[in-house]
């Protein structure tokens, strides 16, 4: 099966909320997911304020279109709810009221003083003439499958944890591909890493993949676009070993999670020297859960004097080589491993800028110092980007050297 004769869909969210940026549209990315997971290629999402003419028009427009078009919002029992009536007048289907769910309702009518509210939890159980009803597992709001020419229309709630299960029920029964593959890496630029990727992939059929970059980190998703799950499994160890070393993890986890499942699986003891990164990689470490047993702690040692005091560096290195030079970061790290019994410690010291930069050290310009059981080694990145950026992306440098001083043996 090709890509083009897969079942296409499309998302519409409805919500005044998230038109004018009040609330950030979570529904698209978890209903997209979802639906790519089960083997939908969603061709358009787009979101609608909760106005009946404006949601009728994308219903009819896109289950015009689509075979699967989900509905998310709307449901709920206020006068500003008005998904059904627009999902009607888009199919030419009347909303019938529908006993059984009347009766489910009675208990939460009940609930309210007014007999106004208590009228409107009751539009809950009108439903579109032919659809099956998706009973509430949280909440009151049921969802709504309703058959249209090319496939069908799916109503469903606005709050994220009612939606999930009943997006669930739906898909459940689409004798789904299988899950995607994931593989994250680190240190590797995102076109860098669609050019191994494609290359790996190019002997497979029916294996389609996306990449995610954000700072520090780029993932890799293999989907199964028809190959079945042996030949996606064969690919992701085909794209896994193109990356190579790049590639820290295969089941999701991050990179903090996997120093920290690396150091236990060796007994280590692990502990942080910072000074650009303020604590941020003893951050990220502690928290993970179950990281005790291995980060023994860290030291941010950010002016010179408590790098000397805290850290041991000497006043000699620092005056020759100054705190940004790989001098100070082997010294670093040498010192915070000693004072804190570690095994295995990363330091940073570097300019985040915005100020502070000169033509021999730019802004951007970061030391790293690794011991690694008596062996001590020093590296240095050149960051470009804002404080924050040089800041993250440090991070993320000096939890990858902490992996691999662990990796190795
Ligand atoms: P109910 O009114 O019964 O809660 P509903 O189907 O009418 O359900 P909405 O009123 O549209 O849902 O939305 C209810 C709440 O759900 C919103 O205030 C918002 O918190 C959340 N929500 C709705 N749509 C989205 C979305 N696309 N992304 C994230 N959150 C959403």
Redesign the pocket.
Known sequence: VTVSERAEAAII???T??VTGM??????QSVARALRVAGFVVREATSVPDHEDDIAEAIARLAARFGLVVV???????HD?VTREAAARALCLPLERRADLELALAAAATRHTHSEASRQVLRQADVLRGATVLPAVV???PGQVVPTALGRLVLL????A?LAPLLASVLEDEGSSSEPVRLRTTGLSESDAQVLVSRALSPFSGVGFTILAALGDVEVLLFDDGAGEPQLVAAGHAARSALGHFCYSTDGSSLAETVIATARARGARIGTAESCTGGMIAAVLTAVPGSSVVVMGGVVAYANHVKSAALGVPEAVLREHGAVSPETARAMAAGVAERLDLTHAVSVTGIAGPAGGTPEKPVGLVHFGVYSEGVLTADHRHFTGTRDIVRVRATAVALDLLRTALETD
Do not use: Y
């Not at 609330?23 to 698209?28: Q, S």
């Not at 709630?157 to 994220?160: A, D, E, K, T, V």
């Open positions: 969210t409805v919500g909320e998230l609330r950030l549209d979570t529904n698209t998310t919002g709307g449901l709920g029992p206020t709810d909440g009151t709001a709630p606005g709050p994220p009612e």
